[in-house]
């Protein structure tokens, strides 16, 4: 199974139940972080449509505060110790200055990354919040990221916003290119607007910039946004993105056409000829994968966006349900007339489609269609981990405790046992406390 396309399932799955913030519990969010800073800043401003609570700050003089790491000019992270650095006392141009806060009592960690401007002191502010009574829906971690048991996964995350902030410092702020999942996203949003509005050359460069980190694309989108070009007569553009399509994925090619970019025409036949697939319910499964997609991450992103309003966020939820509703009626109509489709037919994509609109429907429904999930698994349609997932989901739901641990702060079956059956069906181990 892709990796790709297990992290859009998995996205899909955390963000099918999000809400609204809380106005009041935002407030009180924000002066706790302002209270735990190593050091004043004159402007704290929250930057939207990110993976984490982030912030853009701005001083209007230097700030000295010793750092605890620097980002050199090579880009590389040096921490100081006691044995062989020692802090330096002025920042200069070409260094990014790093401070990290961990705080027990909030169960979070801050992590500060400041840049020297024009003798200014600018930087942004990520907080990585654990999901605790005090803070339900700004937290979203779910475990502990001031525990030092977490210290390897707490590693990984400092060493994304590293890159982050190189990334934003190259735009004084501004995304280069998608950072998060959410940055993609927020790209491909902005980039429809613009063609909605007919300014087609920015609605280009948004499109570009979407589609420069490969881990972050969703492959339909590049066939998706080359039939828009080919609907401004922009051919040259429409090539590139089914280039770009066809350099991600080895299996991926579309019906012959001679009269449209024979530059892919021999390509295309000894795909089809290796793969042989039912292009039509392929192509398909992976425009109803997209729909519940776009509509979801629409909602998510609005939802975490101070300027929207309640009733734009909840217009956006109710749209969110309704993709679900269609979505279900559609999936289950191929269910009952065809069975679940088969990888050797469609790909993994598609059959993770099936699988994914599923688990965003009522329990029900989800218990309906589950022997269908066991056959998938037994003829190897369906990875064993999906199908874990989908039973921890069952018997959570009904009250009883899980066997894989794959749901979040949920009760285990067998603590001692869980990692021996994670393997059975290919899951990695979990840290059990």
Same mark, same amino acid.
């Given at each position: 199974?892709?990796?790709?396309?297990?992290?859009?399932?998995?996205?899909?799955?955390?963000?099918?139940?999000?809400?609204?913030?809380?106005?009041t519990e935002t407030e009180r969010f924000d002066a706790s972080?302002?209270?735990?800073?190593?050091?004043?800043?004159?402007?704290?401003?929250?930057?939207?449509?990110?993976?984490?609570?982030?912030?853009?700050?701005?001083?209007?003089?230097?700030?000295?505060?010793?750092?605890?790491?620097?980002?050199?000019?090579?880009?590389?992270?040096?921490?100081?110790?006691?044995?062989?650095?020692?802090?330096?006392?002025?920042?200069?141009?070409?260094?990014?200055?790093?401070?990290?806060?961990?705080?027990?009592k909030n169960q979070r960690i801050i992590c500060i990354d400041?840049?020297?401007?024009?003798?200014?002191?600018?930087?942004?502010?990520?907080?990585?919040?654990?999901?605790?009574?005090?803070?339900?829906?700004?937290?979203?971690?779910?475990?502990?990221?001031?525990?030092?048991?977490?210290?390897?996964?707490?590693?990984?995350?400092?060493?994304?916003?590293?890159?982050?902030?190189?990334?934003?410092?190259?735009?004084?702020?501004?995304?280069? +290119?998608?950072?998060?999942?959410?940055?993609?996203?927020?790209?491909?949003?902005?980039?429809?607007?613009? *063609?909605?509005?007919g300014l087609y050359a920015e609605a280009k460069k948004t499109?570009?910039?979407?589609?420069?980190?490969?881990?972050?694309?969703?492959?339909?989108?590049?066939?998706?946004?080359?039939?828009?070009?080919?609907?401004?007569?922009?051919?040259?553009?429409?090539?590139?993105?089914?280039?770009?399509?066809?350099?991600? +994925?080895?299996?991926?090619?579309?019906?012959?056409?001679?009269?449209?970019?024979?530059?892919?025409?021999?390509?295309?036949?000894?795909?089809?000829?290796?793969?042989?697939?039912?292009?039509?319910?392929?192509?398909?499964?992976?425009?109803?994968?997209?729909?519940?997609?776009?509509?979801?991450?629409?909602?998510?992103?609005?939802?975490?966006?101070?300027?929207?309003?309640?009733?734009?966020?909840?217009?956006?939820?109710?749209?969110?349900?309704?993709?679900?509703?269609?979505?279900?009626?559609?999936?289950?109509?191929?269910?009952?007339?065809?069975?679940?489709?088969?990888?050797?037919?469609?790909?993994?994509?598609?059959?993770?489609?099936?699988? *994914?609109?599923?688990?965003?429907?009522?329990?029900?429904?989800?218990?309906?269609?589950?022997?269908?999930?066991?056959?998938?698994?037994?003829?190897?349609?369906?990875?064993?981990?999906?199908?874990?997932?989908?039973?921890?989901?069952?018997?959570?739901?009904?009250?009883?405790?899980?066997?894989?641990?794959?749901?979040?702060?949920?009760?285990?079956?067998?603590?001692?046992?869980?990692?021996?059956?994670?393997?059975?069906?290919?899951?990695?181990?979990?840290?059990?406390?």
């Amino acid at each position: 199974m892709n990796k790709r396309y297990a992290l859009y399932a998995l996205v899909a799955l955390l963000f099918a139940g999000c809400q609204t913030r809380n106005i009041t519990e935002t407030e009180r969010f924000d002066a706790s972080v302002r209270k735990e800073l190593p050091f004043a800043v004159d402007s704290l401003c929250w930057l939207d449509g990110v993976d984490m609570a982030t912030y853009q700050f701005a001083c209007k003089d230097y700030i000295a505060t010793p750092p605890d790491a620097f980002i050199g000019p090579d880009g590389e992270l040096n921490v100081y110790n006691n044995f062989l650095f020692e802090k330096p006392t002025h920042q200069t141009e070409d260094m990014v200055w790093r401070n990290v806060v961990v705080s027990k009592k909030n169960q979070r960690i801050i992590c500060i990354d400041r840049y020297l401007m024009d003798g200014r002191t600018k930087g942004f502010v990520y907080v990585l919040q654990s999901e605790t009574k005090r803070f339900p829906t700004l937290g979203l971690y779910h475990w502990d990221v001031s525990d030092s048991h977490n210290i390897e996964m707490t590693g990984e995350c400092l060493e994304h916003l590293r890159k982050l902030t190189l990334r934003r410092i190259k735009g004084d702020g501004r995304y280069m +290119e998608p950072a998060s999942q959410y940055d993609y996203w927020a790209l491909i949003f902005h980039a429809d607007s613009l *063609m909605e509005d007919g300014l087609y050359a920015e609605a280009k460069k948004t499109y570009d910039l979407a589609f420069m980190e490969d881990r972050y694309i969703l492959p339909s989108h590049l066939s998706t946004v080359a039939m828009k070009m080919m609907g401004i007569h922009n051919d040259e553009a429409a090539l590139d993105y089914l280039s770009h399509r066809v350099r991600m +994925e080895l299996n991926f090619y579309e019906e012959l056409m001679p009269s449209t970019f024979p530059q892919l025409r021999d390509t295309f036949e000894v795909r089809q000829r290796k793969w042989g697939y039912d292009l039509a319910q392929k192509q398909y499964l992976e425009w109803i994968f997209e729909r519940d997609q776009y509509d979801r991450m629409l909602w998510f992103l609005a939802s975490n966006k101070r300027t929207e309003s309640p009733e734009r966020v909840e217009k956006l939820a109710r749209r969110a349900m309704d993709t679900d509703s269609t979505n279900f009626q559609l999936v289950s109509r191929i269910l009952s007339e065809t069975g679940y489709p088969q990888r050797s037919k469609v790909g993994d994509f598609a059959t993770l489609t099936v699988w *994914m609109i599923i688990q965003h429907s009522d329990l029900g429904r989800i218990k309906q269609f589950l022997p269908q999930l066991e056959e998938a698994a037994r003829r190897g349609d369906l990875a064993p981990a999906y199908l874990a997932a989908t039973k921890d989901r069952i018997d959570i739901r009904e009250g009883r405790p899980q066997k894989y641990g794959t749901q979040f702060n949920c009760p285990l079956l067998d603590s001692l046992r869980v990692n021996e059956w994670r393997q059975e069906v290919g899951l990695p181990p979990i840290e059990i406390k």
